[in-house]
């Protein structure tokens, strides 16, 4: 016997075995078992969703032998014969092929005769936006005034080059695209009945290489099941994908975060060795950083299954929220120009070194040279991102830090407090804790600090401890952050708010007296948007 796909063999036979579409199957068998049905049904969606296979059960249920019902028995003549397609009240039409207006008039003749075999003669008509102008008007005499024997089931990719004649005459159901976690179930429980050996993690490469679609995802896991010689191993199916591991895009990311450019080039290098689709690849990377984001900002949501939870979390605490931002917008940028690169692999390589090129501005980070802004009528587009600084790296710490009780009152005490954060490495919500808080002093093991109320609801036990392992990281010994209620000491973050205020005055004051800028506001009646005034 010749060997016979997985789409076809697995086929739904029932609506009970259908895969995500369940507000489609209650509507239909609602209909069918009150015997409440419309002549006329439009079924919509992406290819491979279920809509030429649930018009065929719905042929079944309305013509099965023992009785029309929502569960045909699947058994009798007629549900035999509409499964193997030879059942003569059971017309199927490819408009994608059949276009013209012959093609049309022809089912329209047929339709007044009355079923040769069952108790309704049932026209599916696939592609139906494929018919041409006239085919339509020809359709639609019949679709308004159908014989009582007749049931038309339209179905469609594109609903949106149907005439509104035609939809008004139809009930419109929408299919769903599956979700990935829908299309790797079904494969188990395929995989399970064929006695196939497979790995979770294939699967999971398999369903998201589907797209939505169950039959194309089936058909990845026929040429899968091939590719491993009767066997389904994760290695494998990315290879035969052009996928690479989840690891490979966390390292990627931690790198870009880390600064660390030789290590990105190495990761990307690993990587081309199994010659992976690098818009893929990007997709992948924007997924982990949603992940981080969603981990960042609202943690109590539980995401369906995808592993990699532990790198999540690490990313979530290491990286800004910014940070993530941006890094996802020059990844999905990326994927979208990735055709105009001169490569695909160098158009991937310019995405990430634009990640390490670039980041959001933190508090305390001060542009070194300070220069007024150039204003106009027209406000000049933001900076969005300044160049990403080299990490910070065996940064000595000051005398008054390593001793006891450094207060941060005097300017000289902030900058101290200020250059043991950035020599932690304490970015992200942790950083904001720190620049928030004014030291006090550091007595022995014990880091004291003083955190004002309205700045309490940074202080979560998550980010002390991130504190504590980065500040024990540079100070050389294990450290315990305490808080207490701030009194006048000043905070990193006021002080780079003052110093940005300085400059932001600095950059107002410079233009307003630039004789260009007056001679403009005198002879052209011109005028200075204030919040374009930038300082560089």
């Not at 001060?366 to 009528?377: D, E, F, M, N």
């Amino acid at each position: 016997m010749s060997y016979q796909v997985l789409a076809r063999k697995w086929r739904p036979r029932r609506f009970s075995e259908l895969v995500g579409q369940e507000h489609v199957v209650r509507a239909l068998s609602n209909a069918l078992d009150s015997d409440r049905m419309h002549h006329a049904f439009l079924f919509t969606g992406t290819r491979g969703v279920g809509k030429t296979t649930i018009a065929r059960i719905f042929a079944k249920s309305l013509n099965c032998e023992r009785g029309q019902s929502s569960n045909p028995c699947g058994e009798c003549a007629a549900c035999l014969d509409i499964d193997a397609g030879r059942f003569m009240d059971m017309i199927e039409i490819d408009a994608a092929s059949n276009t013209g207006v012959d093609d049309v008039r022809e089912v329209i003749e047929n339709a007044q005769y009355s079923p040769s075999r069952g108790r309704f003669k049932v026209y599916l008509i696939d592609e139906v936006h494929m018919l041409s102008k006239s085919a339509f008007n020809a359709l639609l005499k019949t679709l308004e005034e159908p014989p009582p024997h007749v049931k038309f089931l339209l179905a469609t990719t594109d609903p949106q080059k149907l005439p509104v004649t035609v939809l008004s005459r139809c009930l419109k159901f929408n299919l769903k695209r599956l979700l990935p976690e829908q299309i790797s179930g079904q494969m188990r429980h395929i995989l399970d009945a064929e006695k196939i050996v497979f790995d979770r993690d294939a699967l999971t490469e398999l369903a998201r290489g589907a797209d939505g679609s169950l039959r194309d995802g089936l058909s990845l896991l026929d040429q899968a099941i091939a590719y491993g010689a009767g066997a389904v191993h994760a290695g494998e199916v990315r290879q035969m994908l052009g996928t690479i591991e989840r690891g490979q895009v966390f390292a990627l990311v931690e790198a870009v975060h880390a600064g660390d450019g030789a290590r990105l080039m190495a990761e990307i290098d690993r990587l081309a060795e199994f010659s992976p689709d690098f818009g893929g690849v990007l997709d992948e990377v924007a997924g982990v950083l949603h992940r981080v984001q969603i981990k960042q900002l609202v943690a109590e949501h539980v995401a369906t299954e995808q592993g990699g939870d532990a790198e999540v979390a690490a990313l979530a605490r290491a990286m800004s929220a910014e940070e993530v931002q941006l890094f996802y917008q020059i990844a999905i940028s990326g994927r979208r120009d990735l055709p105009l690169a001169p490569t695909p692999r160098a158009g991937f390589e310019m995405s990430l070194l634009r990640m390490l090129a670039f980041r959001p501005a933190q508090a305390g980070e001060i542009s070194a040279t300070p220069a007024p802004a150039v204003a106009s009528r027209v406000q000049p587009p933001p900076r969005t991102a300044e160049p990403r600084a080299a990490p910070v790296q065996n940064v000595p710490m000051p005398q008054s830090i390593q001793s006891t009780n450094a207060g941060t009152t005097s300017a000289s005490g902030v900058d101290e407090w200020s250059a043991l954060i950035d020599s932690a490495g304490l970015r992200g919500p942790a950083g904001q804790l720190a620049r928030h808080a004014a030291l006090i002093g550091i007595d022995g093991d014990v880091v004291r600090l003083a955190l004002k109320p309205v700045h309490e609801h940074f202080s979560s036990p998550p980010l002390i401890a991130e504190m504590e392992k980065r500040l024990g990281a540079t100070l050389g010994r294990a450290i315990t952050v305490r808080f207490d209620k701030a009194g006048a000491a000043d905070t990193p973050a006021e002080a780079a708010e003052r110093a940005r205020s300085t400059r932001q005055s600095a950059a107002e004051r410079s233009l307003d007296q630039d004789p260009a800028v007056q001679a403009l506001i005198r002879d052209f009646d011109g005028r200075i948007v204030p919040a374009s005034v930038k300082p560089v």
